[in-house]
């Protein structure tokens, strides 16, 4: 084994991260240690569609990282890879959270921090051995799943290698380099899942290894992507006195910080001389009740205070809030667009509450029956997946969608010129592009959450058909029917088949499936465990079936044990069905 692919997985739903090309740093440190123990390594980005598959389907083994939003992509790509027998590993944080349902797409599963167990999971895969003593890793055996323990002691941030982003395929058109100077965060925000995987301690690495790597990169933009850059602050001068004394010049450079550090004026003085261009805030509310649900340890005064005083150093100002909370009303929505508006917050997001999955608020809701949906990809803190508890759903949507076009006007682009530059100008006119190009793509969420609002929370049998079998006397002693189960619940469809199905049936399932209204559900789940095709043109009929009903449906999921029958849906050779929309695989191992 010594070709190995990483992918980091793209949504294809619309927000705003989709179009920021930046990687997250988890593979290419995983790449580095990888390259420096011999392998050949190379990293992509991308939607299932986008992707080299050529190149892809040449590698002896493919990691798969994902986020909550990006794991339905990812189960895409692991379904496709799966069928060319190709060993797949899915780590990251949704992998983390939801082991048991990974695994189902996967071989393998890494949980938590993975540098400690990446390499010694390749190693023992390449020796054909069970990978029963690595930390963290969840894998099959006997046809059950096995999960390690995870490991307890915490990735030291020095002894991981400086990332070569050069493995990343089309390295050179990254707008923005990340840099990575520690991982946890102290705080402990209700709706966050950080501290869940990287924990509450904070682990810095040190000032001459970051050092060392930003010599990498002068004259170039860089994004410290810690979670709270400046959580101690003593080390963050420290950092700005090492890039000022060894005179690294960055075009600029930006960091996600809280609002307390606006209360240091030789911070702030030094984050200007070293170049700080802008940060991003977590102001998550005004709401004073919101912000300690929230658990925040801020006051709406302190945001006031720290909105003026980075502006008094000319730094741009990137607010990000938070709106859903059960003491949120459409008032707190509408009155935050205003209060954004005469603060000259240069640029702003306005995100839906998100409860990611096995996170305390999820728990919370779910065990209150407030879950919509368990479609993951629309977990991306742009699409309402919960009833709030004093606004409809459908309400909390379009308020939000309605609060950024109100930021994002035309007559606000030139606010800030004066204030913090060009800058400001160019980050609100891709706004007022991008939330409005999000607006006319998810238009059909809003006669979604109608649905689930109505929709009873419960399975409920829509169709039962038995279908004679067509063909020979033989086929008929084989299945002697088709047997069609249609139920629906949250706003899914599940579509079961068993027994034997010729190219009729399919017609027969055209006419059954025809009037109904897909528009009102987010995905159409297909199991055909038990289903037999009289031939292959029968199978690939199928296939054609499935493809034209994806084009009516938010997300397809196909279930299969036969891996003969997986080809047909995601048949290298063939451009179209490789393109079915919103697409993913599973074949069952039991």
Known sequence: MKKIILIEPQSQEDHVYKHVRMPRLGLPILGTQLREAGYDVQIFMGTGGSLPWKKILQADLVGVSTTTATCREAYQIAGKLRTHRIPVVIGGMHATFMPNEALLFADYIIRGEAEYSFLPLVRAIESGIIPENIP????????KQRHNKLLKTRVDMDVLPIPDLSLLDKS????????????????????CCVTEVFGRRYRHRSTASILEELERYRGKNVFFCDDNFAAKPELTKELLRGMLDNDIKLK???????????????????????????????FESINPATLE??????????????????HDYRIRIHGMFVFGADTDTVETIRQTARFAHQARIDSIQFMVLTPFPNT???????????????????YDGH???????????EVLQFETVKAMKSFYSLKNILQNLTLTGFGSVIHRAIGWALIRHFERRNRWYGSLLEHYKQADPYPVP??????????SKKQQAVAGQLKILLTEQKGILHLKLRGLADRLHIKELKILLKELSTGQHSQLNVNIEGLHFVSDQAALNFSIFLNQLGARIHRLQVVTTAEKHARYFLSAGTKKRRQLPHFELLINRT
């Open 383 to 393: 699409h309402t997946v919960f009833k709030p508890a004093l606004l409809a759903p």
């Open 360 to 378: 305390p608020l999820y728990d919370r809701l779910e065990s209150e029956g407030r879950i919509l949906t368990h479609d993951w990809s629309l």
């Open 172 to 191: 050179s058109s990254l707008l923005s380099i990340p840099v990575m100077t520690s991982r946890g965060c102290p705080y402990n925000c209700t709706f």
């Open 293 to 310: 649900k929230y658990n925040k340890q801020q006051t709406v005064a302190d945001i006031e205070e720290a909105i003026r005083r980075f």
């Open 462 to 471: 829509l169709l039962y058909r038995r279908l004679k079998v067509t063909g």
């Open 136 to 143: 963290g890793v969840s894998y099959w055996l006997d046809n």
């Open 252 to 282: 600029g450079w930006g960091a996600q910080v809280r609002v307390d550090v606006a209360r240091d004026d030789e911070l702030l003085l030094l984050m200007k001389r070293a170049g700080c261009a802008i940060v991003y805030i977590g």
